[in-house]
């Protein structure tokens, strides 16, 4: 029922930008907070970046000052603007949001896209 798909991932080279966006469905649903992870090869998965309904962000501290998450004009979107991008940022990123079904009032957690790719060549 509640699906998130990533788009804009790829290959780039050490000091360029990616832009990665997020589509969260349904959009009836309040979504409360959105926001990207990120696995990289061999470890465990991390924040990166999340805002909140309110506008309210945090980051992790490695990509400070160089990566800018937004939710988009639709509230049920969120994107990731990646620039000086280092060979440490490679990585599987993905989308990660909690929401509410007005409807019922179902609260989902921790819903998760299927992933997209980020490689930064040196």
């Known amino acids: 029922q509640v699906q998130l798909v990533e788009s804009g991932g790829g290959l780039v080279q050490a000091g360029g930008s990616l832009r990665l966006s997020c589509a969260a469905s349904p959009n009836t649903f309040i979504w409360n907070r ?6 990289p090869p061999g470890k465990q998965r991390e924040l990166v970046a999340v805002v909140t309904s309110g506008g309210s962000t945090d980051y992790l501290d490695s990509v400070k000052g160089r990566f800018t998450i937004s ?6 979107t969120v994107h990731l603007q990646m620039n ?8 599987v990123y993905y989308c990660n949001a909690a929401a509410t079904d007005p409807q019922s009032g ?4 921790n819903a998760w896209g299927q992933g997209t790719q980020v490689t930064v060549s040196s």
């Open 34 to 39: 959105m926001g990207w992870y990120r696995q």
């Open 71 to 76: 939710r988009g004009n639709a509230k049920n």
């Open 84 to 91: 000086s991008l280092k060979p440490e940022d490679t990585a």
């Open 106 to 109: 179902s609260y989902y957690y």
